[in-house]
């Protein structure tokens, strides 16, 4: 018998991740300790109260049927959350749950786009942003971030003509993985310019309670105009430590989250009630425990940035996400053969920039997911390779 899979499964060769676990496991069972900076795991704990608000609905026998919608007053907490946190009032008919952003963005093209669009997405970028308008049928077109424009796109270099065929563009920032934000004057050009041309903006904003050095994470809706064509993933993954719950939401113009809603009503019969709950307490909570993480994690930027500086490796500072972004070092080329040399003779695990797209090739990610004194040692591990010259 010739069985017979999608062609599309051609396009989903086995994961980097995959590749770089198993390439990990060899080495720790020669004996040597690995420092794992390649996946984005937050390590934080999950705060109590967030627990507890689970775990006490998850006593309840009625909380196991099908959720069918968001609980109303989940709709009311990331009301409240959008109006103190980035002054933007939302109306019940422009928020939707999702099982976090990464399935919202797998799905959005499938709401949005007609097979043969043109969806935008970056490059370097987070691969969903591709895979996702892919699954859809679109037509995946990347724009170009390189660090002579600060990571940020250049409109005017778009084809016009392309740009007539185009449903949607994909923007993220902070951006990972190249840890740029962007400034105030990028969004007041962005959302006319797509407008005047009819371009729907998606934007991922998983990262804005991870912003340093004194800068406030926003929302594009923030902006004037944005609710007209502008929809936003929201993610309780980072900022809250929820990531195993999957708990999201999008928010913005009312057309564009209600389509996408619809969609949704006939993939899955809602969000499990116990996790809406724990999302209630995190969203209505304390924001303490989330300014605390971020310095935690600005600390932990510090001793890999400046660290890697120190001893010869110009990594720049990460200004947001969980992440930090650089060029491997000089005297090497291909950025995976490096990173799986760097973890033979150092024990340091991060992730080949290839990995996200064309330019980042020649680049390396590091997650800032152990504790400062870890990272510090990972430093010096990195030193007596001898790989920095």
């Given at each position: 018998?010739?069985?017979?899979?999608?062609?599309?499964?051609?396009?989903?060769?086995?994961?980097?991740?995959?590749?770089?676990?198993?390439?990990?496991?060899?080495?720790?069972?020669?004996?040597?300790?690995?420092?794992?900076?390649?996946?984005?795991?937050?390590?934080?704990?999950?705060?109590?109260?967030?627990?507890?608000?689970?775990?006490?609905?998850?006593?309840?026998?009625?909380?196991?049927?099908?959720?069918?919608?968001?609980?109303?007053?989940?709709?009311?907490?990331?009301?409240?959350?959008?109006?103190?946190?980035?002054?933007?009032?939302?109306?019940?008919?422009?928020?939707?749950?999702?099982?976090?952003?990464?399935?919202?963005?797998?799905?959005?093209?499938?709401?949005?786009?007609?097979?043969?669009?043109?969806?935008?997405?970056?490059?370097?970028?987070?691969?969903?942003?591709?895979?996702?308008?892919?699954?859809?049928?679109?037509?995946?077109?990347?724009?170009?971030?390189?660090?002579?424009?600060d990571y940020l796109p250049d409109l005017k270099a778009l084809d016009e003509e392309l740009l007539k065929k185009t449903r949607f563009i994909m923007v993220s920032y902070p951006l990972n993985p190249v840890?740029?934000?962007?400034?105030?004057?990028?969004?007041?050009?962005?959302?006319?310019?797509?407008?005047?041309?009819?371009?729907?903006?998606?934007?991922?904003?998983?990262?804005?309670?991870?912003?340093?050095?004194?800068?406030?994470?926003?929302?594009?809706?923030?902006?004037?105009?944005?609710?007209?064509?502008?929809?936003?993933?929201?993610?309780?993954?980072?900022?809250?430590?929820?990531?195993?719950?999957?708990?999201?939401?999008?928010?913005?113009?009312?057309?564009?989250?209600?389509?996408?809603?619809?969609?949704?009503?006939?993939?899955?019969?809602?969000?499990?009630?116990?996790?809406?709950?724990?999302?209630?307490?995190?969203?209505?909570?304390?924001?303490?425990?989330?300014?605390?993480?971020?310095?935690?994690?600005?600390?932990?930027?510090?001793?890999?940035?400046?660290?890697?500086?120190?001893?010869?490796?110009?990594?720049?500072?990460?200004?947001?996400?969980?992440?930090?972004?650089?060029?491997?070092?000089?005297?090497?080329?291909?950025?995976?053969?490096?990173?799986?040399?760097?973890?033979?003779?150092?024990?340091?695990l991060c992730t080949p920039g290839s990995s996200f797209g064309r330019l980042g090739k020649g680049h390396v990610r590091f997650a800032l997911t152990l504790p400062v004194e870890e990272i510090r040692e990972?430093?010096?591990?990195?030193?007596?390779?001898?790989?920095i010259g």
């Amino acid at each position: 018998m010739n069985l017979q899979i999608a062609d599309r499964m051609k396009d989903f060769e086995e994961g980097i991740f995959q590749l770089l676990n198993e390439k990990k496991e060899a080495v720790e069972k020669t004996g040597r300790k690995v420092y794992n900076l390649s996946v984005g795991t937050p390590d934080f704990p999950t705060e109590p109260h967030i627990i507890k608000a689970v775990t006490q609905a998850a006593m309840d026998p009625a909380n196991y049927k099908y959720a069918l919608k968001m609980l109303p007053k989940l709709t009311q907490a990331v009301i409240k959350r959008f109006q103190e946190r980035y002054q933007v009032t939302l109306g019940e008919r422009e928020i939707t749950d999702v099982y976090g952003s990464q399935e919202g963005i797998t799905h959005i093209g499938l709401a949005l786009c007609n097979p043969g669009d043109v969806v935008l997405v970056p490059d370097p970028g987070y691969p969903i942003f591709s895979i996702g308008p892919a699954l859809a049928m679109a037509r995946v077109h990347t724009y170009e971030l390189v660090p002579e424009r600060d990571y940020l796109p250049d409109l005017k270099a778009l084809d016009e003509e392309l740009l007539k065929k185009t449903r949607f563009i994909m923007v993220s920032y902070p951006l990972n993985p190249v840890c740029r934000i962007a400034p105030d004057s990028f969004y007041e050009e962005l959302i006319p310019w797509a407008q005047e041309r009819d371009i729907i903006i998606v934007h991922d904003n998983a990262y804005s309670d991870i912003i340093f050095d004194g800068r406030r994470g926003k929302s594009i809706l923030q902006f004037p105009g944005a609710k007209e064509n502008c929809i936003e993933f929201y993610s309780l993954s980072k900022s809250y430590d929820y990531t195993g719950a999957r708990m999201g939401f999008l928010v913005g113009n009312e057309t564009l989250v209600q389509s996408f809603k619809r969609l949704r009503s006939q993939i899955d019969y809602g969000t499990f009630l116990p996790v809406q709950y724990g999302a209630i307490a995190a969203l209505t909570g304390s924001d303490q425990g989330v300014k605390d993480r971020c310095a935690a994690y600005q600390r932990r930027r510090d001793a890999l940035c400046g660290g890697l500086r120190e001893i010869g490796w110009d990594i720049p500072d990460s200004q947001g996400t969980m992440f930090a972004w650089g060029r491997i070092p000089k005297g090497y080329e291909d950025d995976v053969a490096f990173v799986m040399e760097l973890l033979e003779k150092s024990g340091v695990l991060c992730t080949p920039g290839s990995s996200f797209g064309r330019l980042g090739k020649g680049h390396v990610r590091f997650a800032l997911t152990l504790p400062v004194e870890e990272i510090r040692e990972a430093v010096k591990a990195v030193e007596e390779s001898g790989m920095i010259g």
